[in-house]
């Protein structure tokens, strides 16, 4: 899987707007990108994915650069419960069964 | 809605013992996987199971772990001698992916077992 680059941490407050950035300049044609979640003690959790176009789901909002060298995980009102470390992976096409590679990932701190 | 669960959510065992953490996957999924994140640490890969073989390993993955589907529901993770440094949480999980599909679906995660070795 290539590479992806995110913040180690970002803080925000309750019922607002998170932006969660992810750069994966090495991302191919096929590379879907995916973002997964790990709230404290539990296992990851999957959020949401694309590939070109914008997507939203119940939990987030997933916005992709036009060159799809970056992506932003949009959480549109934070809560205490979003607290989590937020992986962003990119996984390609071919390799729909493939382990997923986790890096560091981003640690999201919600503040009250 | 279908979870993955994990039994036991924490194991304590003395170094050299055998250790077999189970999991049970969402019903209709076919792909399986078994992940490891030491304290502090990223989480790891350490293989997946698809058609009751291995289908991928990581580096992690030594003849001391072995994997099992014994029966249509359960997926097992064995660690034969177990080590100092293999205290972590072991985390499963599964996938839907059609036999002809190369979709990466998403994966769904158990709550993951604490193994502590002593």
């Known amino acids: 899987d290539a590479k992806t680059t995110q913040p180690n941490s970002m803080e925000s407050n309750e019922e607002e707007p998170v932006h969660l950035p992810c750069n994966h300049s090495?991302?191919?044609?096929?590379?879907?990108i995916h973002w997964y979640r790990q709230l404290p003690s539990q296992g990851p959790e999957y959020v949401i994915h694309?590939?070109?176009s914008n997507v939203n789901n119940r939990m987030a909002s997933l916005a992709i650069a036009e060159d799809r060298k970056s992506s932003t995980l949009i959480l549109h009102r934070a809560t205490l419960r979003d607290a989590a470390v937020y992986y962003c992976?990119?996984?390609?096409?071919?390799?729909?069964?493939?382990?997923?590679?986790f890096g560091k990932g981003t640690h999201l701190i919600i503040q009250p | 809605e279908p979870e993955v669960t994990q039994t036991p959510s924490h194991q304590v065992t003395q170094m050299g013992q055998e250790v077999i953490l189970r999991c049970v996957p969402i019903?209709?999924?076919?792909?399986f996987y078994w992940y490891r994140q030491i304290l502090g640490q990223k989480v790891e890969f350490l293989v997946s199971?698809?058609?009751?073989?291995?289908?991928?390993k990581s580096e992690i993955f030594d003849d001391q772990f072995s994997v099992e589907r014994p029966d249509g529901s359960n997926f097992t993770l064995k660690i034969r001698s177990t080590k100092l440094e293999d205290s972590a949480m072991y985390f499963c999980?599964?996938?839907?992916?059609?036999?002809?599909?190369?979709?990466?679906?998403?994966?769904?995660f158990g709550p993951g077992t604490r193994l502590t070795v002593t």
């Open positions: 199971f698809y058609n009751n073989e291995i289908s991928e």
């Open positions: 992976i990119l996984r390609d096409t071919g390799g729909g069964a493939d382990g997923l590679t």
């Open positions: 090495t991302i191919s044609g096929t590379d879907y």
């Open positions: 999980a599964s996938t839907y992916r059609g036999a002809n599909s190369i979709y990466p679906y998403e994966q769904y």
């Open positions: 694309g590939l070109t």
């Open positions: 019903s209709n999924h076919l792909y």
